[in-house]
């Protein structure tokens, strides 16, 4: 797979939002503001939270954490936990925000992975299931972790993927990316192509 994310990496790289390195950037340098509300709205539209439904406690719980985390980064399992006792969706149900957590995560360390639907997608995670006690389902959570963590490391290691980080960096230009986020944008970017009727799709399916 990595492969074809190379072999296709100019229409892979096309397929971002114009709009995604800048609004990204904007978030990295702007962190300290975690706690103004125009920060807060800019950060929850990019990382797509409004579908998730929460809670106005989980967002209180969530950005006075991630303030908090601003050169004092803090465990990922911690903050799930801490979410998770906060993070009351608004039909009044609690869950673990893995994807949310990581992504807080991430902004305090930006060499850290990224968890969501698409690279759950392109690695074959499933999601720990409700019937698992809690600690069960963080165990899970930090197992997925811990393999994003080194499978990065083996991709940049090994330049798996060197020729669409190479595109990536020549269309975007970017300042303030790592190339850790760069290989999660790849992915995200490329299962989301794989999701429509189109030639990659074929391709892919056909090579």
């Not at 969530?62 to 980064?73: A, D, E, N, T, V």
């Not at 595109?167 to 303030?176: C, G």
């Not at 850790?180 to 995200?188: A, N, R």
Request: aromatic share 14%.
């Amino acid at each position: 797979m990595y492969r074809l994310i190379n072999d296709f990496a100019q229409p892979v790289v096309d397929s971002l939002p114009r709009d995604f390195l800048q609004n990204y950037e904007w978030l990295v340098q702007n962190v300290a503001q975690a706690d103004e509300l125009s920060y807060r709205k800019a950060y929850r539209r990019f990382w797509a939270m409004g579908p998730a439904q929460l809670s106005s406690n989980f967002y209180t719980a969530y950005f006075r954490s991630l303030k908090s985390s601003i050169g004092q980064p803090r465990e990922l399992r911690d903050i799930i936990q801490s979410l998770y006792e906060s993070s009351t969706r608004r039909n009044g149900d609690q869950s673990i925000q893995f994807s949310f957590a990581t992504k807080l995560v991430h902004m305090t360390n930006r060499r850290l992975p990224i968890y969501d639907s698409r690279i759950a997608q392109f690695y074959c995670f499933q999601i720990p299931a409700g019937k698992m006690g809690l600690q069960d389902r963080i165990d899970k959570c930090m197992g997925i972790y811990a393999f994003l963590i080194q499978e990065y490391g083996r991709v940049l290691e090994r330049g798996l993927l060197t020729v669409a980080i190479q595109e990536f960096r020549r269309q975007f230009n970017p300042r303030n990316i790592t190339d850790e986020k760069i290989v999660d944008s790849l992915i995200w970017a490329f299962v989301t192509l794989l999701n429509k009727e189109g030639l990659l799709k074929k391709a892919v399916v056909y090579s």
